[in-house]
């Protein structure tokens, strides 16, 4: 069993106080040479879809070392948090991911729109005060964190952006993000993650119009390796010469967008099955698997350096 570290020890607190049995500690992601991450949005709604996800979850991070959970927004269905102190806070995410190894397990969450119809404050607050199990992670709207570390450089920079705030006003984040990803920072993969998909596969006219694709020639002067996001109500893999490799990771939502169709059949992979997905980096590789509901792996694409 691996050993539970200081990182982990609130949240050993927290489950040994409502009686759960002990977790398996997610390993420190800060030196690793391969990270493995779970991917996931649109898991806000309490429902049994949502419940099913987050058990195959689990499985899914017994099969291999696994450092975190992407949590890609729509964390709060319909209207987000009103406190910290919301009762949505346990069962849609403390007791929802009640396995033994999401339980000793960040999350690294972003704002989605149904997220901003309440408190983002509050989603702020309860990492900063690491309430709960202390998992929760959300060190502002927009923030950054490193994974791993290869030869003296960082092997994975993410960039976790509010997108909702940056389809309004992209200034400020596009600013962030050009400082985070500047030139002379020694990262191997950069990563953008975020609600709001950069490229869609969607017929949905109002979806279409939140993507943020007239944004992308940012992404690519700053020589973005991949974005991850949940806001299309399918999960989708578009690889795509020249840019980013665009994932929807979708999530247990009760809504499911149908008839869709990959404009280019050799590089893009939709389907409208609900689920999560794996990233899993290493210095010379960046691979993507999209899981359904089960677990099970639908689709997989890989990036080389």
Known sequence: MRAIGRRSLRAWMWMRSVGLSEA???PPYERASCVRLLAVGRQGYGNLRTLQIASAMDRVAREETTHGVLYLGDNFYPKGVRSTTDSQWQH???RLYSGKYLRGMPFFAVVGNHDAEGSIEAELEYARRRLGSGRWQMDGPAYTRDFGSVQGKV??????????????????QLQYLAEAFAPEVPVVWR??????GFRSLTNE????KLTLTHLLPHLQALGVDACLTANDRFQQILDRPGEPLHLAANGGGDKAETGL??????????????GFAVVT??????GIELRDARGIVTFQRRRHK
């Open 24 to 26: 398996v500690a997610a």
């Open 92 to 94: 849609k995410f403390e």
């Open 155 to 172: 092997l994975v920079r993410a960039v976790f952006l509010d997108t909702v705030a940056l389809n309004r006003d992209p200034s400020t």
């Open 191 to 196: 990563v953008v993650v975020g609600h709001y």
């Open 205 to 208: 006219p109002y979806t279409r």
């Open 261 to 274: 169709r990959a404009e280019h059949p050799e590089t893009d992979f939709v389907t409208s099955q609900g």
């Open 281 to 286: 980096v290493k210095k010379s590789e960046l």
